[in-house]
């Protein structure tokens, strides 16, 4: 076991990365699992992150196993030698990569919608997935970078067999790999958590790159001549100091931010939430600061009691709405709470404090009956969120509403898990959350 998941695995190979930054670069992921990988590595470097659209061609009865790989520009492999010694037939291979065509042209425009793939004419394209086993689909993506002009091709994973460069065929330029095991037998092998990636993590990590470039990229307001406001926007990693530790976030303020919204992930969970994120790059399309933070230190979280300390994580969210309001950038703004699951019941808490200033709370999927005595003490706005299958978490948040003395809402997203993993449910929270923080911070 090498990797805790594939936001570890990012970390880890973006320092072996650090020779790249400052390029003319691009970081390119291969959905679904090697976005979130792309996405740490992305971030790290300041460079776009972009998906190239590939899909495996398994052995029609054993699927996980790669007889080659089709992507977009027309691109196909084959692996010759894993069709001979599966006896796959001319005819199963075609089926097979009809259907997989099909998903390919599905994805392109469920990832991209409306936005153009990234520019590769002239740049170095870092491709990225989470690990190469036969190597078909890495071929393929190399081969679609280099079809679509790319100066340089880097090929970078965690974990691939000891032969991997053999197997790519000098399609890349350089090949970074953490880990060459002897011993090989399935990529998911070597982490502790190699769970499927959703649409929604890949949409996510997308969107929330394209938001940082954006606001990094965007020219000063005309005539602005305020110390105060040349600064903005921005997007940037930050450390909280909260009862003698620092906590890690990342704080983005768009121009002329009418307010900062400061995220409370569920347990399990992280500023790295991909759910979060998504709601948080909805929020700042909006005009919405966000500040997405670890509520415990990395030492702290690996003791389960710290993870449901509501009081302790409720009392860090406090620490870290002082330390930004001390903040140049976000001084005299409002701000707002956003809770996940059982850190909706700390924003909740926060808030029913007698000091509290804020402004609107928003829960989702929220376990408000962790929030103590003082939830009828809660004074801000608050809408709770939750999904219309989530049945026990429902009758919760029903329960917290009849005793919420503020203005408050209940909205049900039809359909939706606790997760809202379903397609479009994720969409509806956004909305709600940025028409409830739009109207509340305003």
């Not at 970081?27 to 972009?50: F, M, N, S, Y």
């Not at 398994?58 to 992507?71: C, K, S």
Request: with cysteine.
């Amino acid at each position: 076991m090498y990797f805790t998941d594939r936001t570890d695995a990012g970390r880890r190979l973006a320092a072996r990365l650090k020779h790249l930054k400052g390029q003319d670069l691009v970081v390119v992921g291969l959905p679904r699992g090697g976005v979130p990988v792309a996405a740490q590595i992305a971030e790290a470097l300041g460079a776009p992150l972009d998906v190239c659209l590939v899909r495996k061609l398994g052995v029609p009865f054993q699927p996980e196993l790669a007889m080659g790989a089709i992507g977009e520009e027309g691109v196909r492999v084959v692996n010759e030698a894993v069709v001979r010694a599966t006896g796959v037939t001319d005819r199963d291979l075609a089926a097979v990569e009809e259907h997989e065509r099909g998903v390919l042209e599905q994805r392109a425009r469920r990832y991209r919608g409306e936005q153009q793939s990234a520019r590769y004419d002239g740049r170095t394209v870092l491709v990225v997935d989470d690990g190469l086993a036969t190597g078909s689909t890495a071929l393929a993506a190399c081969r679609i970078a280099r079809a679509r002009g790319a100066s340089r091709i880097v090929l970078a994973v965690p974990v691939a067999p000891h032969d991997w460069s053999a197997r790519l065929g000098g399609e890349a330029d350089e090949g970074v790999c953490l880990h060459t095991p002897r011993q090989f037998h399935a990529i998911g092998e070597f982490y502790a958590d190699f769970g499927q990636t959703s649409d929604d993590e890949v949409i996510a990590c997308l969107a929330h790159n394209r938001a940082a470039h954006a606001m990094s990229d965007a020219p000063p307001p005309a005539g602005s001549a305020s110390p105060e406001h040349d600064s903005l926007p921005y997007d940037r990693s930050v450390r909280i100091p909260a009862g003698g530790v620092a906590l890690d976030g990342r704080l983005t303020v768009p121009r002329s931010a009418r307010g900062v919204v400061l995220f409370a992930h569920g347990s399990g969970s992280s500023r790295k939430s991909p759910r979060n994120r998504f709601v948080a790059t909805g929020l700042n399309r909006a005009g919405l600061g966000t500040l997405l933070f670890d509520l415990l230190t990395e030492a702290e979280a690996v003791n389960r009691d710290n993870v449901f300390d509501t009081a302790l994580l409720a009392r860090r969210l406090t620490q870290a709405t002082e330390w930004l309001r001390e903040q140049p950038d976000t001084h005299g703004m409002e701000f707002g709470y956003f809770g996940a699951s059982t850190g909706a019941a700390a924003a909740l808490w926060a808030a029913a404090e007698p000091a509290a200033d804020v402004t609107a709370v928003v829960s989702r999927g929220g376990r408000p009956d962790l929030a103590g005595p003082g939830l009828p003490e809660v004074k801000a706005p608050t809408l709770l969120i939750v999904g219309g299958r989530d049945h026990l978490v429902l009758d919760l948040n029903r329960q917290a509403a009849a005793r919420l003395s503020c203005e408050h809402q209940l909205a049900v997203v039809p359909g939706a898990t606790h997760l809202f993993e379903e397609p479009g449910t994720l969409e509806s929270v956004t909305e709600l959350a940025t028409d409830w923080f739009s109207r509340q911070l305003a």
